[in-house]
């Protein structure tokens, strides 16, 4: 199986944390140079120095930038101007969990323009360089909501949603450039954004978060969270060579929650 990226140059948004940390490090040991970005400069600096290089030359680099301002885009359009970039992991945070009965407009614009719009602004900044090789990777971790929507997070069910359309739309769009666009789709992970949920759930209906956390376990059929390596394998997958003929798909990861086909 080729899993082989050297001479790739990837892309990793959110990397400063949890799994676009893990993939960061997943695409390194398999031979890209990678950049990592995210909003805090001195974590993604450090982050660069120590990613791994098993190959002669490898070279990682950093860029600290928050997508949701408009002057994002142009920085990564400087980036991939000068290093054209194949694969693009698009990663962010999730919205604030909570009803979607009780969201305002606002709430799903802020999500609309951070999840997707500062997607497609990514996408359009490194699709150059991508259509000139005649080789790309886009790879949009998402959430298991797009199949089954998860109570507590209406929102981010909502956008996550959307963007799923825009990936698929892609996928139709790119395919003959030699582009693949696919979803990566996180079940429950030990991340940050798992202990925002917790948390909220928690509260919602005045249970401790062991409670909680057993509870969403017993809906996971082997039992536990993932880890973000986890997640990052399958997004490592999709970014290689091997994945070539793999476009326009969903991939849940998620220990085999998700009930739906």
Known sequence: MD??????????????????????????????DVTVLARRADVVRALAAELPRPREHQSHAWMAADLTEPGAA????????????QVLVNNSGGPPPGTAADAGAEDFLAAFR??????????????????????????????????????????SNTIRGAVASWAKTLAHELGPHGITV??????????????????ARARAGGRNEDMVRAEMRSHIPVG??????????AIAFLASPAAAYVNGINLPVDGGRTQSL
Do not use: Y
Not at 11 to 32: D, F, K, P, W
Not at 224 to 233: C, G, M
């Open 224 to 233: 536990r969270f993932a880890h973000p390596s986890e997640v990052a394998a």
């Open 3 to 32: 899993l082989d990226l050297s001479g790739r140059h990837a892309l990793v948004c959110g990397a400063s944390q949890g799994i676009g940390r893990a993939a960061a490090i997943e695409l390194a040991l398999l031979g890209a």
């Open 74 to 85: 142009a920085q990564v359009r400087a980036l991939a101007t000068q290093r054209p970039v």
């Open 182 to 199: 696919n979803n990566v789709l996180p079940g429950s992970t030990e991340t940050p954004r798992i202990a925002q949920i917790v948390a």
């Open 114 to 155: 951070q999840h997707l719009l500062g997607g497609h602004a990514l996408l359009q900044a490194v699709l150059p360089g991508m259509k000139a090789a005649h080789w790309g990777r886009v790879v949009n971790v998402i959430s298991t909501s797009v199949k089954e929507p998860i109570p507590g997070i209406g929102v």
